[in-house]
């Protein structure tokens, strides 16, 4: 059974810091992996999606990362703003489904 | 792009009455739609998969009689929550896969109280 871990579960920084969170999966049989953003009481944003044969996806100031045999991606956040204060989820994708981690919930304090 | 949306937002219900959720793909069909449960503090689960023209695939203990779940259009899947009590209280999350691209759009989701 596919377990996904987001380390750290809160992440709080000042504005302009670079920052990098972790997500670990169990299975590395995924077809991709998508990063998303949900505000408080909110449905989730699409940020970055990478497939199974890519090695990482950029997209303005983020960049993920995938290393599928180690089970590992990671989401870079360069520059961090206030704005980008949310909870953060990593979904891969294994047998038609998505599986969450926790999230980080990362706040950025101007 | 690939808009998904989520009707209603938020609902109050009384404990015992039946409430329909309904998820719509605006701009794409969507042969395949999910349904989430979120609490608080805590990730989404997956429930369901709802396929267009046929049953929903339910999660392990899910109750399919009380999560009516019916996708009759490619644009168009809902949920009901039956008898509702207190403890379906939650935040439902649904997402459609726009046909192919494996690239999941979700919902803004509907906060359901049951007093």
């Known amino acids: 059974k596919q377990e996904v871990t987001q380390i750290p579960a809160a992440l709080s920084v000042p504005e302009g810091e670079n920052l990098v969170l972790n997500c670990s999966f169990t299975d590395s049989a995924i077809y991709n992996l998508q990063w998303f953003r949900q505000d408080p009481g909110k449905g989730l944003t699409s940020l970055l999606l990478?497939?199974?044969?890519?090695r990482e996806q950029t997209s303005g100031r983020l960049n993920a990362s995938l290393d599928k045999s180690s089970g590992r991606s990671t989401l870079y956040i360069a520059a961090s703003q206030p704005g980008d204060s949310a909870t953060y989820l990593c979904?891969?994708?294994?047998?038609?489904?998505?599986?969450f981690g926790q999230g980080t919930e990362l706040s950025v304090k101007p | 792009g690939a808009v998904v949306s989520q009707h209603p937002s938020w609902v109050i219900c009384k404990s015992g009455t039946s409430v329909k959720i309904e998820c719509r793909s605006l701009?794409?069909?969507?042969?395949?739609m999910f349904w989430y449960r979120q609490f608080p503090k805590q990730s989404l689960m997956l429930m369901a998969t709802s396929n267009e023209g046929s049953k929903a695939t339910y999660e392990q203990g899910v109750e399919k009689d009380k999560f009516l779940i019916n996708h009759a259009s490619l644009t168009l899947s809902t949920l009901t929550v039956t008898s509702a009590h207190p403890e379906d209280s939650s935040f439902y999350i649904c997402?459609?896969?726009?046909?192919?691209?494996?690239?999941?759009?979700f919902g803004s989701g509907t906060r359901l109280t049951v007093v």
């Open positions: 701009d794409f069909q969507a042969t395949t």
């Open positions: 990478i497939q199974s044969s890519q």
């Open positions: 997402s459609a896969d726009k046909t192919g691209t494996h690239g999941y759009t």
């Open positions: 979904a891969p994708l294994e047998g038609g489904k998505l599986i």
